[in-house]
């Protein structure tokens, strides 16, 4: 999907999560999630031009027949078959397979194996172009759809050589939605523990940070030796992660000693995929999320022997306490 893209398309306000009732279910979090990609409510635009496509062959093997050529003068979706799980609202990660067609015709291009292991992971913003968040916004996970693009929207009518598209040719995609992942963290808040730094969320779940350098930082200790502090601040009910689970996080990263910032998907635009697992990531970073429920968000401070230890690293000097804010927002399948 990102390569099929890039050809494509060459004041802090707290997170008011406490005003809702206890969050105990995944649905229940989904359920508190405000529409980015337009009405979610209703079904998105269909048409009688992608009514004329067929959709045929096996879940994994999907087969495609209409027409040609197929055009459009607005960008149309239909329900091929309805998941039951949680819906697209936008401002999200979407886990997909895809079938590229060119609708003038009919030739498939770029297409995944829809037998799950080629599964592309998309962030589906509002502001995206072309418009697969609203095309997309209000289908459930689990469902398979179909999009008709127009030329003039898919490619503005310039045409895309590499993929063999005409000036004129529309776009048609199917897709299967395998999973759909939380924006941000959502779940019942709580109250944060006495020297943690100060977290402060906008509106859209990006957490300000303010670290206390002219204190002490929290100690935790474990079997006589020290260990990673951490505070729930939200604390999420989905599914609780395992060592060795592959999870999807939002994170910011910083030095104790100064505040500085070292690393953030946030400000990257996109979360993180990252094996929870011993080897694969700093150990404080390991003992923090291991136990914790998707739609958790957590602040942990590592002391610097589950860090990088005597090792500077990057901008992070050695010997440094450092510290973590996460937002889980999912276990890939």
């Keep these: 999907m990102r390569k099929l893209l890039a050809a494509v398309s060459a004041a802090v306000l707290a997170l008011s999560l406490s005003s809702c009732s206890s969050i105990d279910s995944e649905q229940a979090m989904f359920d508190t999630l405000k529409p980015a990609c337009g009405d979610v409510t209703t ?30 003068k607005e960008v149309q979706t239909k329900i091929l078959s309805e998941g039951t799980g949680p819906i697209i609202t936008g401002n999200q990660t979407v886990s997909l397979e895809y079938l590229g067609v060119n609708a003038g015709t009919g030739d498939v291009f770029q297409p995944t194996s829809f037998d799950g292991s080629g599964a592309s992971v998309q962030v589906l913003n509002p502001d995206q172009e072309p418009g697969f968040c609203e095309a997309l ?24 050589e590499q993929l ?50 002219e204190s002490p930082f929290p100690k935790a200790s474990k079997d006589g030796q020290e260990a990673t502090a951490l505070e729930v601040l939200i604390e999420g ?8 689970d592959s999870v999807l996080l939002h994170y910011a990263g910083y030095t104790w000693a100064d505040g500085a910032k070292f690393d ?34 957590i602040v942990a401070v590592i002391p610097p022997n589950l860090g990088y230890g005597a090792q500077a690293q990057g ?19």
């Design 43 to 72: 079904q998105p635009t269909s048409g009688r031009e992608i009514d004329r496509v067929t959709v045929g062959g096996t879940d994994a093997a999907p087969t495609v027949d209409f027409a040609t050529p197929l055009s459009s």
């Design 137 to 160: 916004g209000s289908v459930h996970e689990g469902s398979r759809v179909a999009i008709l693009f127009p030329a003039s929207v898919i490619h503005q009518n310039q045409g895309i």
């Design 164 to 213: 063999k598209l005409g000036k004129n040719d529309d776009v048609l995609f199917i897709m299967q939605i395998h999973k759909v992942y939380l924006p941000y963290a959502v779940g019942n808040e709580r109250a944060g523990q006495t020297g943690f730094p100060t977290i402060v969320r906008a509106v859209n779940g990006i957490p300000g940070v303010k670290i206390p350098t």
């Design 237 to 244: 009910a989905g599914r609780t992660v395992t060592e060795g």
């Design 264 to 297: 953030s998907s946030w400000d990257k635009g996109t979360p993180a995929t990252f094996t929870i697992a011993k080897g694969q990531l700093i150990q404080g970073f390991v003992d923090a999320v291991v136990g914790q429920k998707v739609g958790s968000q």
């Design 315 to 333: 901008t992070i000097p050695a010997n440094s306490t450092l510290v973590f804010v996460i937002d889980i927002l999912g276990i890939q399948k």
